[in-house]
């Protein structure tokens, strides 16, 4: 199983050749460059609300005119306000596939964006404890509709030679939402009225705004289309956004068969568009061990500790100071942002399983450094005597932990998520990472102030072993998804005969065995012998 990837049936993938032997660059292409910069504030721009929120509360915790109106929370409630979060996100989990699949992904988009919008007014107008906790469920509840629609519709309307960047620059935004808000906070510090955390609380609106004001400039997935029975509005989409290339027909009548050939696939074998469809076979048993154990990894690696809880890490090593501390927030999010453009830019160069490999070793090198520093700091301060060293090594590391982190779990997420799971559970199966990954953050966020309080640096040696699990674990379980379209990855699990059936459609077109697949080129949709929209949709549920 080490080094083991998914099983392409020794079958020729049609679409991903034709798109790498493409030589015009996509911001050459009039139509495809609009669509992609309408993909930034509308889907890459969604995690700018986490990102947003994550530094919000790390800053607000350090501002006294939230400390003093919330009567400076300490221990569990402290945990419960960074939770509240997480804990909203994972009350939403269950309805999110049932939402993205009968609205499709941009009103999906739509929904969780207004949700969102009415959980930050709460919060900027929060009159006690409760009703801020409460607002920031709400806040939680919205933001996985957002994230399920939002990186699936990345993947299923980018063109295949571009997907893998776009879908691992999902996360990036996450850091700009960061050091949006570490600014914003950092100028409001100095307000010595209630206004100094109400007007950072508001402005979590922002994102949500942007998402809703330009979500419709956008087209629904072409996959969505197909299976709601509306394959010429799905065959005019492709046309428009991958057709613009010299044998761009061609292309477009070869991608756009192997759609409704692999989706008619995928009902009739693998989804009867159930929850027990994720435990009917092998192939989908896999898909949700490794998506639930990266939901856990993306938030068990030591990531909430920076992200929640830095003003009470660099408090422990003796730096009190309240805008040194709002310093060392910002300039971590511009650091981690560099870091994740950076990688993001990698993943069509280095294979999957070597950066997810390279990412869990460095961070379990990291983090054993970390502690080792940190006790070191911890314990000079303790003794009256300050050990600088200690206290630059501790800062060195938490710098260092943003690339070791971006180069897996945050680059590459999105990107493998949505290339492991088949079009039919897609949204299941990005819910169900998401519900892990919200349960690790509500836990950890909940946890950990109480871990540093009590046990202070060897709260991070638990961090330390679980990261050697994540090694293990990824070596042995997580398989190479690198250079194939979604349609090639599908039946990756399934066997040969799925995959070579899936391919066949393209290899048709491709090879002119057959005058027109699409049923929208040469013949009629209803001669179509792939079967047309009609044809796919009588075996969706």
Known sequence: MGGAGGDFGGSDPVISRLAKEDP???????????????????????ELTSGF????????????????????PQGALKGIISAAYSLGAILSLPLVPIINDRFGRRWSIALGSIVMIVGAIIQGFSQHVGMYIVARMILGFGIPTCIVSGSSLIGELAYPKERPVLTSLFNVSYFVGQIVAAA?????????????????????????????GFVFFIPESPRWLITKDRSQEAHDILQKYHGEMDRGEEFVAAEFAQMQAV????????????????????????????????????????NTLISYFLGDLLKMIGFTESTFIQKINVSIACWSLFCGVTVSLLVTRIRRRIMYMACTISLLLCYIGWTISMERAMTGKAKGTPNNGANIATLFFIYLYSP???????????????????????????AVFQLFGRLAGFFTTFVNPIGLKNVGWKYLISYCCWLAFEVCFVYFMFPETM???????????EGEDLQRQANAAA?????????DTTGLGRRSTGENKLGGSAEVKKHVP
Request: proline fraction near 4%; charge should be positive; hydrophobic fraction near 40%.
């Open 53 to 72: 929120d994550s530094q919000m509360i790390n800053a607000l915790q350090i501002l006294e005119s939230w400390i003093q109106y919330f009567d400076n």
């Open 507 to 515: 290899e048709k077109v491709v090879n002119h065995t057959e005058p």
């Open 263 to 302: 989706i008619r696939l995928e009902y009739e074998t693998v989804s009867k568009s159930s929850w027990m469809d994720l435990l009917r076979t092998s192939g989908m048993r896999k898909r949700l061990l490794i998506s639930s154990m990266l939901g856990l990894f993306t938030q068990w690696s030591g």
């Open 404 to 430: 070791c982190y971006n180069m897996g779990y945050n680059a590459l997420t999105y990107t493998y998520m949505v290339e492991i799971w088949p079009y039919s559970e897609r949204s299941r199966g990005i």
């Open 483 to 493: 250079g194939r379209t979604l349609e090639e990855l599908t039946f990756m699990f």
């Open 184 to 212: 914003i906070v950092f100028g409001t510090n100095n307000i010595a009225s209630n206004w100094g955390w109400r007007i950072p609380s508001l402005l979590q609106i922002c994102p949500s705004l942007l998402q809703l």
């Open 24 to 46: 015009i660059p996509w911001y050459k292409k009039p139509n495809l460059r609009f669509l992609y910069f309408m993909l930034f504030p509308t889907c890459m721009g969604i």
